[in-house]
């Protein structure tokens, strides 16, 4: 195994943005087993609720397969909420296959679109959010994304993300056997914790961003941290 002293950018099977059919749709069912039942989803559903605003429009950064804008949907509708959710991906099979799969939700917008491109802007919204994603991108990437694109977010940015540990990454490689998930899904979740940051470098990240109020990060359970920069 490669040191986890520092972040790999070795890119991931599915980063391929032409992946598509039965082998994606695979990929993207056990990402949504993992996001359930690993708590992912519930803690993002918790920030979304305590930052909840009458008309709320919330922008997905890297939604794969909609399962976090379903889940967010589900809770926000069972309130009352009035929303929008936008969820955006680069890849034109995953956003199809999110749009078959949130046909009950009207609230739920999918779109693709390339979120490295310089081109790309971040649209209007109240919470700009993002799961097991930001890690695609450097430190100082990350830094000058936030910086360019903050002021379009009116209430918070919210980044869920796992967080590089040598004892995350051996339980993964045991746990994901024990569960049988597929080839592409443990091969990729093994790098997406050696692409991860650590809870300094996040912080760090964190304190860089500038014209926001205050940040707070939380350890959540298995291996991960929610990072909130409150605007």
């Not at 749709?25 to 989803?41: A, C, D, S, W």
């Not at 802007?121 to 990350?142: A, G």
């Amino acid at each position: 195994m490669e040191s986890l002293s520092t972040r790999t950018n070795t890119k991931e099977q599915l980063d391929n943005l032409n992946l598509d059919g039965i082998k994606l749709h695979e990929i993207l069912q056990e990402l949504e087993f993992i996001n359930k039942y690993f708590g992912n989803t519930r803690s993002i559903i918790k920030a979304i609720t305590n930052l909840a605003t009458p008309n709320i429009k919330i922008v997905d950064l890297g939604c794969g397969g909609g399962d976090i804008a379903r889940a967010v949907a589900k809770h926000l509708c069972g309130r009352g909420v009035d929303f929008h959710y936008l969820g955006i991906d680069g890849n034109p099979a995953t956003i199809n296959y999110a749009q078959q799969k949130s046909i009950k939700y009207p609230q739920i917008e999918f779109v693709v679109n390339d979120i490295f491109e310089d081109s790309f802007r971040v649209p209007q919204c109240d919470i700009l959010l993002s799961s097991h994603f930001m890690y695609h991108f450097s430190n100082k990437q990350l830094i000058d994304f936030i910086n360019k694109h903050s002021h379009k977010v009116q209430q918070a940015i919210i980044f869920s993300e796992l967080k590089r540990s040598r004892t995350a990454y051996i339980l993964f490689q045991i746990g994901t056997r024990i569960l049988n998930l597929s080839k592409i899904t443990r091969e990729d979740g093994l790098l997406a914790l050696r692409r991860a940051f650590s809870k300094k470098e996040l912080q760090r990240i964190a304190e860089q961003c500038k014209s926001n109020k205050y940040f707070n990060l939380q350890n959540k359970w298995a291996f991960r941290q929610l990072l909130t920069i409150y605007r």
